[in-house]
């Protein structure tokens, strides 16, 4: 797209960013998620959601909280869900990690 001059939609990074984590490409994820920002584009929730996951699914905790904050009144429960989830992935592996499970 971008070799036509086309610039990639906001449809075209959400598709890019869930492919990344299908095959678990962090490596990708993270720039595809770098030329998101350069793009300017207005970010709506179903994109922001797909990056929460994406830094859950890394264990990027921080990362994921910040974009998780910085959505302010637009958090959804599908965004407050992807925490949840993260939180409790971090708790069960750590138990499991010192033998509380």
Not at 39 to 52: A, E, F, G, M, Q
Request: net charge positive.
């Amino acid at each position: 797209m971008t070799q036509q001059n086309a610039p990639p939609d906001l449809s075209t990074y959400s598709i890019l960013l869930k492919s990344c984590i299908r095959f678990r490409n962090f490596q990708l994820e993270k720039l595809v998620h770098r030329k998101l920002i350069q793009s300017r584009l207005k970010l709506d929730s179903v994109v922001l959601n797909t990056i929460i996951s994406l830094y859950s699914k890394c264990s990027d905790v921080d990362t994921a909280r910040s974009i998780f904050e910085g959505m302010g009144n637009g958090r959804d429960l599908v965004s407050c869900s992807a925490m949840v989830s993260q939180v409790l992935r971090i708790t069960v592996w750590s138990c499991k990690q010192f033998g509380h499970l």
